[in-house]
């Protein structure tokens, strides 16, 4: 009877933990620690997310690390032009960012161009938006206007890169209302962070999560999506302020091109199962971050997609090589 009993708890032990890891977390953990590239510094909302993803994966998958390094430089483009130098052996992943990756080989100043990138999944969006540090006199947007129309060329608003989505949002504020702003671009929206809240700037056109993890020290003016933020019921949108402007930018993970399509496939869908996880939705939601799940299966329709609405729009706001 005690032999029985031994065998069956340890066969009902196993059962149990088969049914827990094939319902709670049916995505096989990788078998060596993961490389996560950023192209941008520490502290902005790829970071972020990065660092939101290396814990879930942490939790879920114990035994591996998510390693964080940083190359960062030119908006994005040093790592991005070097991403397939790393080897393709399925642990190295690269942060990549749109409408970024379109718009930089269409200006012509980098060494990559958008077809050397190989996305195998967008994870998120953000959502545009202007601020302005708590100190400022501007208080709303229509004295945002008031001010930009009064002296032309004297605002300044700080920015994560250039032809990027930050770049892009800033001419289309300035074509939309008619007025004229200068852009300052920084490397990534964790150096731009010290000069907007010191006032070194007069603003910046960023996205919903920096006003978010920032709201107490600056204010936000106007937000590019559908309908108020939940989390910023004060602040209107564009299409409010008579402008259908609902964009921002959306980030994702590239792998190396020498990565086999079953490489891809499963960290795709190990990100995949990352963004379904409630720990993750919760962080999003917490810090404005709209998850998407884009995996590789629809990856060449989606980058087809934007590839032109990006191309079209890089044109009508003067991106393209001058």
């Known amino acids: ?55 879930v994966l942490k939790r879920k998958c114990p035994a591996i690390e998510t390693i964080v390094q940083y190359k ?46 190989t996305p195998v999944y967008w994870f998120h969006y953000t959502p545009d938006i202007l601020v302005v540090p708590v100190a400022s006199a501007i208080k709303n947007f229509a004295e945002f206007v008031e001010a930009a129309k009064k002296e032309p ?11 990027s989505a930050n770049h892009a949002a800033h001419e289309r504020l300035n074509a939309a209302f008619n007025v004229k702003t200068i852009y300052v671009p920084f490397k990534g929206t964790g150096d731009m962070t010290t000069s ?5 700037v007069d603003g910046a056109i960023t996205y919903v999560p920096f ?19 939940p989390l910023m019921p004060d602040v209107p949108t564009f299409k409010e302020l008579g402008v259908n402007w609902v964009d921002g ?13 079953e490489l891809r496939k499963r960290i795709s869908d190990l990100w995949a199962n990352l963004n379904n996880d409630a720990e993750m939705k ?8 709209e998850l998407t799940n884009i995996g590789v299966e629809q990856m060449d329709a989606f980058m087809k997609e934007r590839t032109q609405i990006y191309t079209e729009g890089a044109a009508r706001l003067g991106l393209g090589k001058k």
């Open 1 to 55: 009877m005690r032999i029985f009993n031994t065998k069956y708890a340890g066969l009902m032990s196993g059962l149990i933990g088969t049914l827990l890891a094939t319902s709670v977390w049916a995505q096989p953990c990788p078998d060596k620690n993961v490389n996560y590239w950023q192209a941008f510094t520490p502290g902005g909302e790829s970071d972020l997310s990065a660092r939101h993803q290396q814990t």
């Open 72 to 117: 960062a430089g030119a908006g994005g483009a040093l790592m991005w032009s070097q991403i397939n130098t790393l080897p393709g052996d399925g642990f190295n992943v690269v942060g990549i960012n749109l409408p970024h990756i379109v718009f930089q080989p269409i200006e012509g100043q980098v060494q990559y161009k958008t077809t050397d990138i």
């Open 153 to 163: 060329g004297k605002l300044s608003l700080g920015g994560s890169g250039l032809n």
């Open 196 to 200: 907007v809240l010191g006032s070194q």
């Open 211 to 229: 006003a978010i993890a920032n709201k107490t020290r600056v204010r936000a003016l106007a937000v590019a999506m559908d309908k108020r933020h």
């Open 249 to 261: 930018a959306y980030r994702g993970i590239g792998m190396p091109k020498s990565t086999p399509p």
């Open 282 to 289: 919760e962080l999003a939601a917490k810090n404005g971050f």
